[in-house]
Structures are given as C-alpha cells and as structure tokens.
C-alpha cells in the first residue's frame, strides 16, 4: 500500500536536504564541526530520512539511551569478534551504541548510520514502545480519535445482533476498548494515508489534526483510581512528513530533555551576548585585561587558540578588537605579549594560556564586581534564563539541526507538511540533575575513550583541512635586495637571496601580514609598504600599493603564489620607483643602422634591446638612441616578412607604446630621415635587399688558411644551419674534409664565440638575427643530448678566456667537475662548481654533487666556474669569521691585542677605506683580521657559532664566555645587521650561502632585547674639531623612535641637562653630520597625512651601530659637527668624481663602434657589471 513512501522526493524538498548540500561535500576534507546548536544531525544515505527521524526519537528518549548504554560485553560481546565464528556478537545494539556516542559527543555536524544500516535484520522481542494507530480522517484531533476509540460504545441491536457463544442466540450488546496498562513511552501513529476505492487510488489527508503538548490519558484506561499525575503525558517527539503519497521527505521535532543543545535561534545568535546599556559600570568593558580574562576562565584548561580569542571576544561584547582597542592597545598579540605576568603565549604564539595565579586573582575580582558582565559572558544564551528547568524544541531534518519554539508545532496539523507520528512520555519521569546539560553521562568508558580520541583526530585533520584550503603562498622580494637597472627591479645578487617564501593564512588581515614580515625581517627600519608585483621580461616590476590593513588578504584578492614587494613605497636603493599597470616596461627589440667613427652610416643594421614604460611617448626611442630624427618602424609578430612592418606617421610619435600595440618582443626599426638609401616603399612596407638584411656573415676560425677572411651568405629565416655552412665552406675555398668537423658559432657583438649552432636548426630556429656574425670553428657541433658549457677558474673571469666543453646533459655535478678538473690539469677534492649569473659574478653553489645537470636546469651556453673550497654537508654553512676591534681605550681588550698582534697578522686583515674621516682617530679606520671558517649546521643557535669560533686557533683571547661576543655580518668589509638573540638559530637570520660573521669583544655580558637599539656616541671635544672615544649606549625604543626619546637617553648616559645638548648622526659614505632635532611631525607626499618622527625613516634610517655626536652646549654652541678628516675625504671624494669622469670622457671619445665596418675586428669589451649603490639604510 505505501509503495515507495519512504523514497525521496527531491522535488518537494528544500536545498538543505537534497543533492546539492550532498555534492558540495568533499570527500578528502573531514565533517563540519557542530553548529552552534552543539546538537549533531544524520546523514541521509538515500530514503533514510524516517529512519533517521526515528533514531533521533530514541535518542532523545534519555531513558532508552542509558538502558542501551547499561547493556555491556556480557550481554552483547565485542565488534573485535564479529568475524569470529563462535563469537555471539550483537552487532546492532553495538552499533546502536556507538551511534549514540557519536550523536553525544563526536564534534561532527552530522553522523553516519552506514555502519547500523550495514547491520540491520532486526530480531528483537522486546518492546518498549506501545503503538496506537488512530483514524485521521473526519476526525478533529487526537482526544477526539481517542474517544471514538475508548469511551464510545459499538451498540449491537435490531437488525445488527451479537452471536452469543455461549448460549448460541442473538442477543444485544454493547462493544468498547480500555487501555489497561500504560507504558512509560506512548508511540501514536495517525493515519494519513488511506486509499479512495472510488477513484482506485491511494492520497493523503492534509486536513486539519490537532494534538496537545500535554494529554490526560485517564477516561480512556480500565483503571481510574490511580493519581490523575500517572496519567498525564508529555509531547517529546512528533515525526513530520512533508510531500505526497507517492513520496517524501521526513523530519522531526524534538524536545531536548536533557539539555544537551543550545537553544539559540540564528537571528539572536549574531547579537552580543552583553549588552552594554545593562552594565552598569563601562569600565570593566573598556578595560581590555578584564574582559580578557574572563573569556579564558570559561576555556577548559583556561587554553584558547589566539584566533579563537579575537572570534569569542567579537560575540561577547559585539564589536572586534581592531576597532575597539587596537588604536590604544596594538594588536591583540602584541597585548598579550605586553601582559606576560598574566597571560602565556606558546612559542609559535598560536595559543594563549591564563597563568593559575592570575586566574584566581580574576574570579575574585568578578565576584567583587558587577555580577552582570560575569552573567553575561558565560556560555549558555539569555534565553535560557527564562526558564530554566523547561526543555526546549529542535527542528533535526537529517543533518541540519534548527531550534524552533513550541508555538511552531501548531502547524503541523495539517497541509502537505504534517504530523506522521507523535512520542509521549509520562510527566512523572524525572531526569537526574547530574545528567543535564551533560553528554558524557552514562556513557561507557570504550565509548568515551573512543570518541575522546577520534575528536582528537577529526581536529587535525581539520587543522590540516584548514591550512590546505585558507592558506596562500607569498614571495617576498626585499626592497634592499634589489636595484632598479635597464627599467625594472633585478637581484643584486641572486634570486634566491632576494626572495623569500612565506606562508600565510589567507583570512588574516593585511595588518597582520605586515606586522608578520615585521616580525620577520629583524633588520628592517622604517615604513613598510606591501605591493604586488609581477615578473616581466625586463624584470620585476611593481603593480599594485595594497592599503586597507583592516581588510583581510581574500578581500583583497591576494592569490596563492603572488610575489609581493616589500619596500618604502617610494625608492629603491635612492632611485624613485614607477609603479602601476600604465607604466609595465617593455623589452623591444631596437634595430638601427651602425655608423662608423666618422658618423657615417654602414650596411650593418645593428639590433640591441632596450626597455620602455608603456606609456612612455614613442618617440622617447630617439632619445634612448641619441639618434635626433629619423623614421619609426614597428613589427608586432615574430616574423620580419615585408608585409609586417607599418611606419609611424610623425604626429604619432606622441602616443604611447601601447597605444602603438607593442608588447614584449616587438621590433622597432629606427632609420634617418635623411638615408638615401632608403629601406621604406611609399606604401611603408619593408624591402628586403641583399645588401642589408637577408644574408650572414661568415668568418674563419678555422685555424685553416683561405683567400678570404669572412664572406656573406645569403639566407632566409627558413634556411637550415648545414647549408649555410657547406656553402661558406665553399666560398671560403676550404678543405671538403672540413665540412665533417666544423661548426657554426654564433659571435657577439664584444666578439665572443658563442655556443655552437645545430646543423638541423633553421636561422629563425636557432635564434640567429639578419645581419649577424657567425664564425667557423673546428670540431662538431653538441648533439641533442649534449651540453656545451664555458667553465673558467676563480670568480674573476675576464672576456675571451674561458674554455669550453661539451659534455652529456645526464652526467653528474661530480663528474662534470672532475673532467674541467682534468682538462686545467688539477687534481683533489678541495673544489665546487658555480654557476654564473645574469651579472657575470659566482651565483649558487651546485650542492648536489649526485645531481644530473639537466635536473638543475643547466643549458648549453652556460658558464660555470671552478672556485677552490670544498663545499659543507647540506645543511651546513662554510661561515668566515672576523674579529672586529673597534680602537680605543674603551675596549680592555687593547692589551690582549698587543700580545696577539703576531698571531692574526698571519691571516687576512681588512681595513674599510670608505671610512678615512670618521669622527675621531679611534674610529679612522675599521679593522677586521680573519680568524678562519666555520662548518656549522643551520639549526645550531646563535651562540653555538660564538663558543665554536672560540676554539679557532687564530683566536688567543681569553674570554670567559660567548655572552662576551657580539656577532655582526660583514657587509662592504665592515660590521652590517647585528645579530641579537644568543638562542634563536642560524637559518632564521636568513644568512645565506655567503655570509661572513664578524665578532666584537665586550667588557661585560650583553642580552639585548628586540626593542634595544645599539649606538656609539661620542663627545665632542670642546675647540678641537674632535671626539672622545666611542661608548657604547643602548637605547629602548619600545616607546617609540623619537628624537626627544634619543635625546634624554643619551643627556642621562653623560649627566647632562637635554637642553644643553645636541647631537648628530654620522654618515661615514658621505663624511657629513645630520643634526637630530626634536621635530614632532612631519608630512608625506604619499600619505598626505602627519605622523609622528621615526628616526628609522627619512632622513635619519637610524640602524645598530651608528655613530651619534655629542655637544655639550654648556661649553660650546655652534652648530659645526663635522671634523678635519671629514673635510679631507670630501676633498678627496671630489677628486675621485673627477677623475671618473674624465676617464669616461676619454674612454668615450676613444670609442668606436664593434661593427662600425665589414673588415674591422670587434673591439672586446668587458661584461656588463650589476651597480651596487650602498645606502645607509631602507625604510
């Protein structure tokens, strides 16, 4: 008759329950935690909603939940066993039970009945439930149905007699039904599905169908003498359909008798839980501490996730912690870190903990204080308070759990949406008072242990889950690591120094990224400005400012990946940075015609690239080329056929490069406007001529002699490789043997030999420009398989004199060393390989000597270089260490110097000749002598590599301990970045495969602090136009980098009024003072806003170890810092600028073009050399 009743009907049902919540699922990612009912659902497996419905009955049903859970081992056996043969194992009130565990207190959104269904084949006797089926049909509710059931009487008389069995005749009589005995639980099924035989079909009866929340069941039982209380009944479940006959959906309402859900609906949910009209003193929420603490005493074990604090510290009192006290207070983590005497922060500040003592201290005092803010921010809603002991009503429709009030069961009286089935349970039943509220209650200990440990589990594999999918990798590429060169950002010294790799949670703010790179980078002074930026190929190139530090980074549309540049906002290494998408650089390829010395035009066009901002005039390419006027031609697609260049007209000249359509690769032609020889047509087309553009020039190199030096050979971009050189061969009139061990070499316009070129390859193929050089070289081209590399010895390579070899691309690092090895006539294990960079200097060591070429992505053409010095372990780091002795009767250390003078004078000694006028004789000069290397791992700390340098032999100082050291990077061979923390390790300062460490003796044990800065003042000597010896001042800057701040700390350090002093900071590159007056503000053209002095910023980028001048304005007033020796290195330094430029003038005028004719050997010129500005510091 029900057919498939309890199919569903996705149809009529809502979009929580049908297959678009189910397909939205991942399968790789764990269940959703509870929502904020705390109350778990069921899966639907597919038409299991009324099962399901009725699971959630009988575990609602308290009673039956604890006599299931009583059932122990004895009675049932063990899941471990099922697979046993002689086993008696009852699988489904042990899966029933773990089913229940999991409704109870697995942290999941809903629960899975695959493993009970799996098991079904019910075989039970036993019946705790009694069933009443009653009539819907015209009938007005349950007490009416009940009525017609027992208390009615069916008369038998006239014509419808009784049959007596006893005395055989027909006789009158009276029929009626009594309930005899009531069972605690009363199961009542209505009748909602009856079948029309008029029509032959079955339908469902929507009509109107009323029951009570509370029924008196004594005028239809047998017996009436009892209490009228053990008769009454309480609603606690009505199993609801929603659909037709033919099919459904079922859900159920439910009373929480025990408790255990938290009756919340979700428009409620969103408000604060304190209500700061009702407080009567405001202080308590203004003061930051208190609230604080409250929220961690409710936290089991007063532990919290700092993430999780900021969320809880939102609900609690309706506003966030930015906007309430971040402007007085900081972030969140740098309060807590403020707090440490009550507050414990874990080492990787994720978790938060209340410290006992403090905790005691906070309940006393919420006791002391109003008891409504305590009130209000404990974990149960306010709701509840209004009745307390009355259990509240959920809506659980297979997974989703909803609360609702008792006024919504009214509607489910009639409509396609009504009661099925209706649960009562006897009013008397009374519940333990240790059982509310409490999931654990009864539960076996297997179950709870159970539970306890896959809640473990569910939540790292949420945090797991959570990582995966909200995080985003980020490159970082350091504003003081770069320089501005040829229009774009480029390394100055390589990619993998320049560019760090940071992993950040995608829902935090920007904010908290900054303060994270803060954080991070330990020697960054100043602002930080956070940009996007992207890689072209003419460099890096800045993008895009981000602003909005109260926005997260997926409201900003940060993608995983985005490589973000990290500077000033304003320059890089003292050159303004243009940024934004109008001004992306462009590498275009430049052609134009050579001039020779006299400046008369050739027949050589000559191509070079050149980088244009994108909104730069077209006509700026004169200027780039110092060419006064002429002719632009352009040509957007790889091909140089005739029909694909167009001339710029003159009054296009004004528009910009991509208003032209020019992109990256495109080819620019300029030609005078006075050439006879003109290469346009009056259509403005291309004209390939044989003269020019459709030949290559062909030299001997052949070590073999021929009429003719270099011949030109006529070619197409489609002409192979082997022709060209067979027919050069020929012309050449050279030996036929010659054309099976030759090849073809590409030579560049300083005259270098290039990697040779396949037969096979076309001209476009093989990348060879029209118009180009190639020499004919002796020996065989590389195959396929086949590397051909430039190896040289040392760092210091000059044009023309590497060697080359021609080696297998599947052969090893090892190998391949071994045969350059060979082939310079050296032997030992004492030598790696580098791989030189764009700037021509030794990039990364090859570290996996096991390593195949091919795998590090070595290409032909290559150049690699043989430097002396084995290579540590991986992990390791080769460290050179110095000793640094800064002069002057300060140090006590000036007598050990003495003694041991004869001992470093036999290794390296550096003295900074960028430092020759420096405030006083004691600090001429900056000495460094070389102790030797260290090999030490990267996880070792800081103050293992001190007490490791200690055992050096060079070192024959007595120091009692490596807190006597101070360790600083070489940079520029003086003292750079200070390196603080004696316990944090190595591979945190980010130092990098050449890093070099200097030490610096103290009298007494130094612990700085991450806000200590460290100066050297001196005082300056009244009249002399000199200094004092440097003392070392420490500086808390925890308040601030202010110049008043700067200026009472050092009138403290000499004893002396603030007002009578004055003092400067040095800046040794420039031999100049810069007095630090006590401004308050100052504005920004970018920011267009005040803000306090930073004497990390401009002009000032105040850094560890810069020298501060002293004057005592009691003695003298004046306003000169400076000293003799700084008037003699500015002299000097001016000398030298001359010089400079003079030699640039003669060079310059001496000059000439590599190509400027057909028989003119190229002129060898030195490789271009990256510029390394030096700038004090960056902001």
């Not at 999991?102 to 269904?117: C, G, M, N």
């Not at 509607?411 to 649960?423: D, T, V």
């Not at 140089?640 to 009054?651: A, D, L, S, V």
Request: proline share 5%; glycine share 6%; aromatic share 8%.
């Amino acid at each position: 008759m029900f057919g498939d009743l309890f199919e569903e009907d996705y149809s009529s049902v809502s979009n929580n329950n049908g297959k678009g919540k189910r397909l939205k699922t991942k399968a790789l990612e764990p269940p959703a935690p509870r929502e904020f009912t705390n109350l778990s659902g069921i899966r639907n497996q597919g038409g299991t909603c009324y099962l399901n419905s009725l699971l959630q009955t009988l575990h609602f049903t308290p009673e039956f939940r604890e006599a299931l859970f009583s059932l122990g081992p004895e009675e049932l056996g063990s899941l471990e066993d099922k697979d046993k043969p002689d086993a008696k194992v009852r699988i489904i009130p042990l899966q029933l039970q773990r089913l229940f565990a999991q409704l109870l207190l697995l942290d999941q959104e809903a629960a899975s009945t695959a493993d009970l269904t799996d098991s079904f084949g019910w075989t039970s006797d036993e019946e705790d439930f009694l069933d009443l089926t009653v009539a819907v049909k015209n009938v007005s509710g349950l007490e009416d149905a009940l009525w017609n059931m027992y208390v009615e009487e069916e008369v038998f008389d006239c014509d419808n007699l009784y049959h007596c069995g006893n005395c055989g005749r027909l006789v009158k009589a009276a029929k009626s039904a009594k309930l005899r005995k009531l069972p605690p639980f009363l199961t009542i099924s209505l009748l909602r599905f009856n079948f029309d035989f008029v029509k032959c079909e079955r339908y469902k009866e929507t009509s109107c169908y009323t029951f009570p929340l509370r029924i008196n069941l004594k005028p239809f039982c047998e017996q009436s003498e009892l209490d009228d209380l053990e008769y009454m009944y309480d609603l606690f479940s009505v199993i609801i359909h929603k659909g037709g006959c033919y099919g459904g959906h079922y859900h159920v309402y439910i009373k929480d008798v025990d408790h255990l859900g938290n009756w919340q609906f979700q428009e409620d949910k969103s408000k604060p839980d304190v209500n700061l009209e009702d407080i009567q003193n405001k202080e308590e929420i203004d003061d930051p501490l208190m609230i604080l603490k409250a929220i961690l005493l409710q936290e089991e074990s007063n532990l919290i996730p700092v993430d999780q604090l900021g969320q809880k510290l939102l609900k609690k009192i309706g506003i966030s912690w930015n906007k309430k006290y971040r402007k007085q207070y900081g972030p969140l983590r740098k309060f807590l870190q403020l707090h440490s005497q009550i507050f414990l922060l874990s080492s990787d500040e994720s978790t938060v903990r209340l410290l006992k003592d403090s905790s005691l201290q906070v309940e006393s005092d919420i006791q002391r204080n109003d008891q409504r803010l305590s009130k209000t921010l404990t974990s149960e809603p306010l709701k509840l308070n209004d009745g307390p002991s009355r259990p509240h009503w959920f809506d659980i429709d297979d997974s989703r759990v909803q609360p609702i009030k008792e006024k919504d069961i009214e509607q489910q009286f009639q409509g396609k949406e009504s009661a099925y089935m209706l649960f009562y349970r006897k009013s008397q039943l009374q519940r333990p008072p240790e059982a509310r509220a409490n999931p654990r209650y009864k539960v076996p200990c297997h179950l709870l242990s159970e539970m306890d440990a896959a809640n473990i589990e569910l939540q790292i594999k949420r945090a797991e889950c959570d990582s995966t999918n909200n995080t985003v990798e980020l490159h970082l590429h350091l504003g003081p690591h770069y320089h501005f060169f040829n229009g774009a950002l480029h390394p100055v010294v390589s990619q993998t120094e320049s560019m760090w790799d940071l992993t950040f949670d995608k829902r935090k703010t920007l904010g908290d990224l900054r303060q994270s790179i803060f954080q991070l980078l330990e020697f960054w002074e100043g602002d930080m400005v956070l940009s996007v930026a992207k890689f072209v190929p003419a460099g890096l190139h800045v993008c895009q400012t981000l602003n909005g530090d109260d926005l997260t980074l997926c409201e900003i549309e940060i993608a995983d990946g985005e490589d973000i540049f990290v500077w000033n906002g304003v320059e890089v290494g003292g050159i303004q940075i243009p940024t934004g998408s109008d001004c992306e650089p462009l590498l275009l390829n430049v052609l134009h015609v050579a001039t020779n010395s006299e400046g008369e035009e050739c027949q050589q066009l000559i191509e070079s690239s050149h980088v244009f901002p994108s909104n730069a005039e077209i006509g700026t390419v004169f200027t780039a080329l110092a060419i006064p006027e002429g002719v632009i031609l352009i040509n957007n697609t790889e091909s140089r056929g005739e029909e694909n260049w167009t001339t710029i007209p003159k009054e296009d000249l004004k528009k910009t490069f991509r208003e032209q359509g020019l992109r990256n690769g495109s080819s620019v032609l300029i030609q005078g406007s006075n050439d006879g020889n003109s290469l346009l047509t009056k259509q403005g087309k291309w004209i390939n001529t044989v003269n020019e553009i459709n030949w290559l020039q062909v030299k001997n190199l052949s070590q073999l002699e021929s009429e003719e030096e270099q011949v030109k050979i006529s070619a197409t971009l489609n002409t192979v490789v082997f022709d060209i050189r067979i027919k050069a061969i020929k012309e050449l009139k050279l030996l036929k043997e010659l054309a099976e061990n030759s090849c073809l070499r590409p030579i560049d316009r300083n005259g270098k030999l290039l990697c040779p070129v396949p037969d096979r390859c076309t001209v476009k193929e093989a990348g060879l420009k029209m118009g180009s050089s190639l020499g004919l070289c002796p020996g065989k081209a590389p195959t396929s398989s086949q590397l051909f590399l430039f190896f040289a010895l040392g760092s210091d390579v000059h044009p023309g004199t590497e060697m080359e070899i021609i080696v297998e691309e599947t052969i090893s690092v090892r190998d391949c060393l071994k045969i350059m090895l060979d082939k310079c006539g050296l032997t030992g294990d004492t030598w790696h390989l580098r791989k030189m960079d764009w700037c021509f200097e030794a990039g990364e060591p090859l570290c996996e000597e096991d390593a195949k070429l091919k795998e590090l992505m070595i290409c032909s053409g290559d150049t690699l270089l043989l430097i002396e010095g084995k290579l540590p372990p991986l992990g390791f780091l080769t460290v050179p260490i110095w000793w640094y002795q800064p002069r002057g009767p300060l140090y006590h250390w000036k007598d050990h110097q003495d003694q041991t003078n004869c001992t470093l004078s036999q290794g390296s000694v550096w003295k900074a000749s960028s430092t020759p006028g420096a405030p006083s004789d004691a600090h001429t000069e900056v000495s460094l002598w070389y102790l030797g290397d260290l090999e030490i791992s990267e996880d070792a700390t800081l103050g293992e590599l001190k007490s490791q340098a200690m055992t050096l032999p060079s070192l024959e100082f007595s120091i009692p301990s490596p807190a006597f050291l101070r360790a600083w990077t070489v940079e520029s061979k003086r003292p750079g970045r200070l390196l603080r923390v004696h316990q944090q390790q190595l591979k945190e300062y980010k130092l990098g495969k050449r890093t070099e460490i200097c030490l610096e003796p103290l009298q007494k044990e130094e612990n700085l602090g991450p806000w200590d800065m460290l100066l050297r003042t001196q005082m300056r000597l009244p009249g002399e136009r000199a200094y004092s010896p440097p003392v070392d001042v420490l500086w808390d800057t925890a308040r601030g980098w202010t110049a008043s701040s700067l200026r009472q700390r050092v009138a403290d350090v000499y004893s002396l009024p603030v007002e009578k002093i004055e003092i400067a900071k040095y800046f040794p590159e420039k031999f100049a003072w810069l007095p630090v007056s006590s401004w308050n503000q100052q504005t920004t053209k970018r920011k267009k806003k005040k803000k306090q002095d930073n004497l990390q910023g401009a002009p000032y980028y105040l850094k560890d170890g810069d020298t501060i001048g002293v004057k005592n304005l009691l003695v003298e007033d004046d306003d000169d810092f400076s000293t003799v020796q700084d008037d003699i290195g500015r002299e000097k330094q001016k000398e030298l600028a001359l010089g400079k430029r003079k030699s640039r003038e003669a060079l310059r005028a001496q000059s000439s073009d590599v190509f400027s004719g057909a028989d003119t050997a190229p002129r060898a010129r030195g490789p271009e050399a990256s510029l390394s500005i030096h700038v004090g510091s960056f902001r």
